[in-house]
């Protein structure tokens, strides 16, 4: 999110408002990576598998989306899968009317088909690829977006590749340097971003990081970051992963975004992972940002959390108010909220 969206967002959580959204714009994916939290069965709330979900195509997708997005009017809109751009010819539609109603959009995707061309002119738009490792272990987990499918389907883009760590990655010497320097010669990455493997409760896979093994990946990350400047590793988000928070309710990531999967209205908590998360390991980039700096002071006094967590409680109040008010109110036509 940009600095001057922080006041904005600060503004809607006083007014009982979320003001970040992620929506699942497709239940579909030709990939079948391991980890993938989007397939695993508790995913969602109630527990339907995302591949059993409703989901929409065309002008029922494009208006559905729209609907949204005015409905919650975000600052900033996550689009993630199943793999977007199964719906590419939606979003073609999709991405410039967002652009126009000035929400930031960021969209996650393997890169496993083109990225249209006409995309890179849309400002609003943030590219992010999902890069597993090295070719080797990329390509092994993600086919078939592997590396060589990835390369031309990325090209006269500008993007930030996204790395997550995990236990398969470790324990060969200068690996996250070497990715950072492939990355870091090619044209079309902007930005670098690392996050650590984020575990369920059950998890026993070979993915999962022991706490030892996540303060050695720190502090080469920490290293790495100064020869390769589009590694975009600052301090804050550093702490934000040394220190993640203890549950949900303590996550400012959480608790400021509405996540929804593919059917437009089942919501994914308690965040965008689903699932029975283990947050004192969680590695997800975002909520490290946010983290971090909850811990920050004003002035030597509150922390930003703290008047965040007061600032939610007001809205949160307000909004009830506000609400039991429209229940007594005659129903608006023009009203966002319905
Ligand atoms: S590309 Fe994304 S949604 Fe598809 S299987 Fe891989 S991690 Fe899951
Ligand atoms: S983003 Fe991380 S800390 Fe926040 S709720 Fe999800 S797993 Fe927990």
Redesign the pocket.
């Known amino acids: 999110m940009k600095h001057t969206k922080i006041v904005p967002a600060w503004g809607m959580i006083l007014r009982g408002h979320r003001p970040f959204l992620s929506i699942e714009i497709t239940r579909e994916?030709p990939?079948?990576?391991p980890g993938?939290y989007?397939?695993e069965p508790n995913h969602l709330q109630d527990n339907v598998p995302l591949r059993q979900l409703r989901d929409f195509q065309g002008e029922a997708l494009i208006q559905g989306v729209l609907r949204v997005v005015r409905r919650y009017r975000p600052l900033h809109l996550s689009i993630v899968?199943?793999?977007p751009l199964v719906r590419y010819r939606e979003l073609d539609v999709l991405l410039p009317q967002l652009d126009a109603m000035n929400v930031e959009v960021q969209l996650v995707t393997?890169a496993v088909r083109p990225i249209p061309r006409t995309w890179g002119t849309i400002p609003c738009l943030h590219l992010v690829v999902?890069i597993d490792g090295l070719q080797p272990e990329h390509d092994r987990r993600?086919a078939p977006?592997t590396y060589e499918r990835i390369l031309k389907n990325i090209e006269g883009h500008q993007l930030t590749v996204h790395c997550t760590i995990t236990r398969l990655m470790i324990g060969r010497a200068v690996y996250f340097e070497q990715f950072a320097d492939f990355w870091s010669k090619r044209r079309e990455a902007r930005k670098i971003w690392f996050s650590l493997y984020t575990p369920q409760e059950d998890d026993s896979s070979a993915d999962r990081l022991r706490p030892e093994e996540r303060i050695q990946i720190l502090s080469e990350l920490r290293e790495i970051r100064r020869n390769f400047p589009k590694v975009e590793l600052p301090d804050r988000v550093l702490e934000g992963f040394y220190c993640p928070p203890d549950s949900p309710d303590q996550c400012i990531f959480a608790q400021t975004t509405t996540c929804l999967s593919a059917d437009l209205s089942t919501r994914i908590g308690p965040c965008q992972f689903g699932g029975r998360l283990v947050c004192q390991e969680c590695g997800c980039v975002a909520s490290a940002a946010m983290a971090s700096t909850g811990r920050y002071r004003i002035a030597g006094l509150l922390t930003v959390s703290s008047i965040f967590a007061g600032s939610k409680k007001l809205g949160e109040r307000l909004g009830k108010i506000q609400g039991a008010a429209k229940a007594t109110a005659p129903i608006s036509a023009g009203d966002p909220h319905g």
């Open positions: 994916c990939l079948r990576c993938c989007a397939y899968g199943g793999e393997s999902s993600r977006a």
